[in-house]
């Protein structure tokens, strides 16, 4: 299987950018579509962002199109998530996962290996 860990999280003003990353060692990276999702205080779970195997699909949720961008670079087993006009709801531990099949980008259950998380606190 594959592990993962998050980096680049921290404290940052509403407006303001984070870059995170998600490092990927064990099986081969490039077999894995994966995505962002995110958990904030006292709410479940939810999807941010996909990126398929090779990176030449991408999805978003609604709240964050336009503002992310993920991306991945199989060279360097890392995946990415650059974020810009951050919102204090964009609050949240990020996580980053990988899946082994396909299905709906947005659906949790379809993410197979996750990290344990990087925190990203935005302040207004």
């Known amino acids: 299987q594959v592990q993962l860990v998050e980096s680049g999280g921290g404290l940052v003003q509403a407006g303001g950018s984070l870059r995170l990353s998600c490092a990927a060692s064990?099986?081969?990276?490039?077999?894995?579509?994966m995505g962002w999702l995110r958990q904030a205080p006292g709410k479940e779970r939810e999807f941010v962002a996909y990126?398929?195997?090779?990176?030449?699909?991408?999805s978003y949720a609604d709240s964050v199109k336009g503002r992310f961008t993920i991306s991945r670079d199989n060279a360097k087993n890392t995946m990415y998530l650059q974020m810009n006009s951050l919102k204090p709801e964009d609050t949240a531990v990020y996580y980053c996962?990988?899946?082994?099949?396909?299905?709906?980008?947005?659906?949790?259950?379809?993410?197979?290996?996750w990290g344990q998380g990087t925190q990203v606190t935005v302040s207004s």
């Open positions: 996962a990988a899946r082994v099949s396909g299905g709906a980008y947005s659906y949790l259950g379809n993410y197979n290996f």
């Open positions: 064990g099986r081969t990276f490039s077999n894995y579509a």
């Open positions: 990126i398929s195997r090779s990176g030449g699909t991408t």
